[in-house]
């Protein structure tokens, strides 16, 4: 069965901070998918990242970085130079399944959530 | 582009009362359509998907019960609420096709409700 852990539970910095959220998966499937969510205190979860399991490139947006390893079975995400409007819960989750009769479910992580002091 | 609609945002109900939450999703035909609660301060909980009208999968057994009508349209209900059911209820929309990016979900702004 597939597992998602997020061990931070919060995480404060001050602003301008860097912060690294934690996420580590299990998977029995050699083909499947890694993401980021944002979950604002309004609520809607909004898409950060998607990466599968055959792409190991660390990926840079912004502000935002991803770090994914295999041999560690985690992907790691960094806000670099924190701002208040970074304050969130992020939720990492994975994805076994291509295929749309199968759902495509999600399994998500418990979450961190990230306070940015100004 | 597509979007997502949930509604009400809000909703505050007492305990035996009926529920009936709905999304609706525009832009992109045949969508998977998924329905979660969060519970206050923690992660989110799969409790119904659906690959296509009329096709339900359930992850939880509990009190609640979902359709999906039309195509692009996910109904969340309860004949009697209970207490537990109260949460933050989202849904979430899908699409996989060749040459899209897969397994993405695109989230509703959500329904608070609260049981009392």
């Known amino acids: 069965a597939q597992k998602v852990t997020q061990a931070q539970t919060e995480i404060s910095v001050v602003e301008k901070e860097d912060v690294t959220l934690d996420c580590v998966y299990e998977?029995?499937?050699?083909?499947?998918?890694l993401f980021w969510y944002k979950q604002p205190p309004s609520g809607e979860l909004v898409f950060l990242i998607r990466r599968n399991s055959f792409d190991e490139q660390n990926e840079i947006s912004g502000r935002y970085s991803w770090n994914f390893q295999k041999s560690t079975s985690s992907f790691n995400f960094t806000i670099t130079a924190s701002q208040v409007v970074d304050s969130a819960v992020y939720f990492c989750?994975?994805?076994?399944?291509?295929?749309?009769?199968?759902?495509?479910?999600?399994?998500f992580g418990g979450g961190t959530r990230v306070l940015v002091k100004p | 582009s597509q979007t997502i609609h949930q509604w009400p945002a809000t909703l505050v109900q007492p305990v035996g009362s009926p529920l009936s939450l709905e999304c609706t999703v525009e832009g992109t035909s045949n969508p998977n359509l998924y329905w979660y609660r969060q519970a206050a301060g923690r992660g989110l909980q799969l409790l119904f998907y659906?690959?296509?009208?009329?096709?339900i999968s359930s992850e939880v057994p509990q009190n609640l019960s979902a359709s999906r009508p039309q195509d692009r349209q996910f109904i969340l209900s309860s004949k009697k609420l209970l207490l537990s059911d109260s949460g933050f209820y989202l849904c979430?929309?899908?699409?996989?096709?060749?040459?899209?990016?897969?397994?993405?979900?695109?989230f509703g702004a959500g329904t608070r409700l609260s049981v009392l």
């Open positions: 659906s690959v296509g009208i009329g096709q």
């Open positions: 979430a929309w899908s699409v996989v096709r060749p040459g899209k990016a897969k397994n993405i979900q695109y």
């Open positions: 989750a994975l994805s076994e399944e291509q295929y749309k009769a199968a759902g495509n479910k999600l399994t």
């Open positions: 998977t029995r499937d050699t083909t499947y998918y």
